[in-house]
């Protein structure tokens, strides 16, 4: 289990003990994309949704996942999370998903900002999923994260 900082010698799962990490401002940025026909991005863009304005639920619901991260994901740290921003924005293809989240901490925030990323497109699809079986949820990735120890990384 080299290398693996969630088990401990023996294999087992355990939090990371971050106590003598460095404080620093930390960064992350995921993005995602909620695939869909046309005819649901027309309907959802001209706000004829039967459950509302979807992308302003998805946009707090994936604050609020954010938040609730340390609950949904067993070995997270809980943190005190300093900004977390949702951006929507259609493509032709569906409805990308941008989310950054900040912190001034011992460790990361890469988890916050996939897990809000996730939340805000599993609420896009469960808003309009009566009218369109066939969307997918792709392309969730860290785009960004800085500070900590290991510094930048952007993907390409």
Known sequence: MAGLTHFDDHGAAHM????????TARVATAKGR????????????????????????????GI???????DLIPLCHPLAIT????DLTYADDG??????????GQTGVEMEALTAV???ALTVYDMVKAVDKTMQITDVRVVLKDGGKSGRFEAE
């Open 83 to 86: 900004k977390v921003s949702v």
């Open 118 to 120: 996730n939340v805000a």
């Open 95 to 104: 409805i990308e998903i941008e989310a950054t989240v900040k912190t001034t």
């Open 34 to 61: 909620v695939v869909m026909a046309p005819e649901t991005r027309a309907m959802i863009e001209d706000g004829r949704a039967k459950k509302g304005d979807v992308l302003s639920v998805a946009r707090l619901a």
């Open 16 to 23: 990371v003990d971050v106590s003598d990490k460095a404080v």
């Open 64 to 70: 609020m996942g954010a938040k609730k991260t340390p």
